[in-house]
């Protein structure tokens, strides 16, 4: 069992490079899928974790920074909005991995609640990687993310990210 430990470091440094690979032995019958599937989960949901838990009720020392610290109630406001939905896509957005437990962390959300939404998602990773790794290069088709531009979307993910962050709380008028 000892053999499964690098999934899990690994999966709280790293990602998806190393995962892939023990999925891809896993699918081989070189490891079992399940212990691989586990160890990927937990290790990911860690790496998160841990950046959750270490700025939580620290990070607010970028508010002495005047062109950060405006931006305080918007990033509050915009996390607590759709804190749910902002965890469970978090450990499918590789360039948001560990801006998004910070943003939660940065607004205060409950540690419960992002703890087992995180590990929801971690789970959900896994399985998505693993069945990608089963599937084969034709999965990556059958999604259209086997173009050129397939490695921009993170990037473009990422810029969108704080984008929609940053911008002014929308109000609703009453007619």
């Given at each position: 069992?000892?053999?499964?430990?690098?999934?899990?470091?690994?999966?709280?440094?790293?990602?998806?490079?190393?995962?892939?690979?023990?999925?891809?032995?896993?699918?081989?019958?070189?490891?079992?899928?399940?212990?691989?599937?586990?160890?990927?989960?937990?290790?990911?949901?860690?790496?998160?974790?841990?950046?959750?838990?270490?700025?939580?009720?620290?990070?607010?020392?970028?508010?002495?920074?005047?062109?950060?610290?405006?931006?305080?109630d918007r990033v509050i406001a915009h996390v607590h909005?759709?804190?749910?939905?902002?965890?469970?896509?978090?450990?499918?957005?590789?360039?948001?991995?560990?801006?998004?437990?910070?943003?939660?962390?940065?607004?205060?959300?409950?540690a419960v609640k992002f703890s087992a939404l995180n590990l929801i998602s971690a789970f959900a990773w896994a399985g998505a990687i693993m069945a990608f790794v089963k599937g084969g290069s034709s999965t990556l088709s059958a999604f259209g993310l086997d173009a050129w531009w397939g490695p921009f979307i993170p990037a473009v993910m990422i810029v969108l990210f704080f984008r929609w962050l940053s911008r002014p709380k929308q109000t609703r008028h009453a007619d």
């Open positions: 069992m000892l053999s499964y430990l690098p999934i899990y470091i690994a999966a709280i440094v790293e990602g998806e490079i190393y995962y892939s690979k023990v999925c891809a032995d896993a699918v081989s019958g070189r490891l079992l899928w399940p212990a691989v599937l586990v160890c990927g989960a937990l290790g990911g949901a860690t790496g998160d974790q841990l950046w959750f838990y270490i700025l939580r009720g620290r990070i607010h020392w970028l508010d002495h920074y005047p062109r950060l610290g405006k931006y305080r909005a759709h804190e749910t939905a902002l965890v469970l896509v978090s450990r499918f957005l590789p360039g948001l991995r560990t801006a998004i437990p910070i943003a939660c962390a940065y607004a205060g959300m409950r």
